[in-house]
C-alpha cells in the first residue's frame, strides 16, 4: 500500500484536462453534449503540454564539460527565472511547429535555445550556481554533508507554468 494520499476527486488517467480560467488544471467531466464540457475539452492542458516539450527536449540536449561548468538543479521549477526563460522557449518552440520551416528551426537553435541555454548552463553566474546535479535544490548552500540525492525529475501536480503568453481562450 502505497503512503501517498489519495483523493475522492483525484482525476484518473483515462481523464481529459481542461486549464481553468486562473490557469489552473481541472479533469473534463459532465454529461456528453454538455456544453461547459465542449468548451472545456477544446481548450489545451498547457501544462501538460510544456512538460512534454521539456522532456522531450532535453532527451535531445547534450552538454558537454564537467558538472561545474553545466550546473543542472533537480528542482528546476523552483527557480522563477528558469521558468521563465523555458517557457519563452516553448512558446518560440510553439512557433516553430506551426511555420513549419527550416530556417525557423535552425533561428530557434542559434537565436533562442543557445542563448538561453549559455545562461541557464553556466556554473559561475547562472541560475543553479548554488545547486547540484545530484544532491539538489540549493545543496551548495546547505552546510549538510550527508544530504541526499533529490530523485525528484518533474514538478508536483500542482505546479502550473505562467500564464504569460499564452494565446487567448476563443
Same mark, same amino acid.
Given at each position: 500500500?502505497?503512503? $501517498?494520499?489519495?483523493? $475522492?476527486?483525484?482525476?484518473?488517467?483515462?481523464?481529459?484536462?481542461?486549464?481553468?480560467?486562473?490557469? $489552473?488544471?481541472?479533469?473534463?467531466?459532465?454529461?456528453?453534449?454538455?456544453?461547459?464540457?465542449?468548451?472545456?475539452?477544446?481548450?489545451?492542458?498547457?501544462? #501538460? #503540454?510544456?512538460?512534454? !516539450?521539456?522532456?522531450?527536449?532535453?532527451?535531445?540536449?547534450?552538454?558537454?564539460?564537467?558538472?561545474?561548468?553545466?550546473?543542472?538543479?533537480?528542482? !528546476?521549477?523552483?527557480?522563477?527565472?528558469?521558468?521563465?526563460?523555458?517557457?519563452?522557449?516553448?512558446?518560440?518552440?510553439?512557433?516553430?511547429?506551426?511555420?513549419?520551416?527550416?530556417?525557423?528551426?535552425?533561428? !530557434?537553435?542559434?537565436?533562442? !535555445?543557445?542563448?538561453?541555454?549559455?545562461?541557464?548552463?553556466?556554473?559561475?553566474?547562472?541560475?543553479?550556481? $548554488?545547486?547540484?546535479?545530484?544532491?539538489?535544490?540549493? #545543496?551548495?548552500?546547505?552546510?549538510?554533508?550527508?544530504?541526499?540525492?533529490?530523485?525528484?525529475?518533474?514538478?508536483?501536480?500542482?505546479?502550473?507554468?505562467?500564464?504569460?503568453?499564452?494565446?487567448?481562450?476563443?
Amino acid at each position: 500500500m502505497s503512503d $501517498e494520499p489519495t483523493y $475522492e476527486d483525484e482525476p484518473t488517467a483515462d481523464e481529459d484536462y481542461a486549464v481553468g480560467p486562473d490557469g $489552473e488544471i481541472n479533469p473534463i467531466r459532465g454529461e456528453p453534449g454538455d456544453d461547459d464540457q465542449e468548451e472545456a475539452a477544446e481548450r489545451l492542458d498547457y501544462r #501538460a #503540454a510544456f512538460l512534454d !516539450w521539456f522532456d522531450e527536449h532535453f532527451n535531445t540536449v547534450e552538454v558537454s564539460g564537467d558538472r561545474e561548468r553545466a550546473p543542472w538543479c533537480p528542482e !528546476w521549477w523552483l527557480h522563477p527565472e528558469v521558468v521563465a526563460r523555458l517557457w519563452a522557449l516553448y512558446l518560440a518552440w510553439i512557433n516553430v511547429e506551426a511555420s513549419e520551416s527550416v530556417a525557423a528551426l535552425s533561428d !530557434w537553435w542559434l537565436n533562442h !535555445w543557445d542563448r538561453h541555454r549559455a545562461i541557464l548552463f553556466d556554473g559561475q553566474t547562472g541560475p543553479f550556481r $548554488e545547486c547540484d546535479t545530484t544532491r539538489g535544490h540549493l #545543496a551548495n548552500r546547505m552546510r549538510e554533508k550527508d544530504r541526499k540525492a533529490v530523485p525528484v525529475t518533474l514538478p508536483p501536480d500542482e505546479w502550473t507554468p505562467p500564464k504569460t503568453g499564452l494565446p487567448p481562450e476563443a
